[in-house]
């Protein structure tokens, strides 16, 4: 699968050697990204199968959404990155996963999303606004898009690039 053109037109802003996270990885499509572009990379899931490990590349094999302890307390990295993926109450520790003026490179499906298909559950679609939201006030807002897209496929996404006021 190819990279995100949002992560390909934002991972310039990423600072050259940082630690990315990769949530909710899926088969690793932007940790090889970053992992190439020289990042050291961890990536997260529940269903591990498509990720391997490498020098630079770390493999978290973790449900996100059972209410176990946030498996990577305390670390911290240069970029966090999510992708086509929405648990509401990880948004704390993906902020608090972030180093001071770390990047947040987020995209994923929104209201209105449902006309084309899944997810079409109001648990998995953002609503307006809110990336936006989110960020108020603690992140310096680089680009944000709400918006159709017909690549890959038609879909209702909202998507930000937002770094961490230090
Ligand atoms: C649509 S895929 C997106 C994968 C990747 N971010 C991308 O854009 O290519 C959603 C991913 O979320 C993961 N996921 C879903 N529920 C999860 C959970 N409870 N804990 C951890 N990962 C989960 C799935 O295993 C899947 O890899």
């Given at each position: 699968m190819t990279v995100s053109s949002w992560i390909a037109t934002w991972?310039?802003?990423?600072?050259?050697?940082v630690a990315v996270l990769d949530v909710?990885?899926?088969?690793g499509r932007h940790t090889r990204f970053f992992a190439e572009r020289g990042h050291p990379v961890t990536a997260i899931d529940r269903?591990?199968?498509g990720l391997a490990a490498a020098d630079n590349i770390e493999v978290v094999a973790a449900d996100?959404?059972?209410?176990?302890?946030?498996?990577?307390?305390g670390r911290t990295f240069g970029a966090v990155v999510v992708t086509n993926?929405?648990?509401?109450?990880?948004f704390p520790h993906l902020f608090a996963a972030l180093q001071p003026g770390g990047m947040l490179l987020y995209e994923t499906f929104m209201i209105g999303n449902e006309r084309f298909g899944k997810p079409s559950r109001p648990e998995f679609l953002l609503n307006d606004g809110e990336l936006l939201e989110l960020v108020r006030d603690r992140f310096s807002v680089i680009a944000y898009e709400a918006r159709m897209i017909?690549?890959?496929?038609?879909a209702m996404v909202q998507r930000i690039a937002a770094r961490l006021i230090s």
């Open positions: 991972a310039g802003l990423v600072p050259p050697g909710a990885a899926g088969n269903e591990v199968s996100l959404e059972d209410g176990s302890p946030w498996p990577l307390a993926y929405l648990h509401r109450p990880l017909s690549e890959p496929k038609m």
